[in-house]
């Protein structure tokens, strides 16, 4: 090998990067009872069978094909990465503690004591 072919593959390996796929995050919203086969199937093939479950589907044409046939039952997202269970129910919670509101700019006003 010359080293002209020598310095061509090192500029090719030092070139790559990391590159991250997107993914679709679907969650299923309406059920499928009551609708054609086909579309069940679809809903199946996808990995939805219960309502507010979510999967995450890597972005390509097949992916794509399912996911029109049963798009008025689903949300779809676009996201960099996937998260676990435990992760989507973290992020749900609301933070522990409790909040006081004040007099000021809530509307309340306090009881009168007689």
Do not use: C
Request: hydrophobic share 30%; aromatic share 8%.
């Amino acid at each position: 090998m010359s080293d002209h072919e020598k310095s061509r593959f090192t500029s090719k390996v030092d070139e790559r990067k990391e590159v991250r796929m997107p993914f679709w995050k679907v969650t299923l919203i309406r059920s499928g009872i009551g609708l054609p086969k086909r579309r069940n199937l679809a809903l199946f093939a996808l990995g939805l069978r219960k309502r507010f479950r979510t999967v995450y589907k890597p972005i390509n044409p097949q992916i794509a094909g399912q996911l029109l046939r049963v798009k008025e039952l689903i949300r779809v997202e676009i996201v960099d990465e996937i998260q676990t269970k435990e992760e989507m129910r973290t992020k749900r919670q609301p933070p522990k503690g409790y909040v006081t509101e004040t007099e000021g700019g809530s509307g309340y006003s306090k009881p009168v004591d007689l």
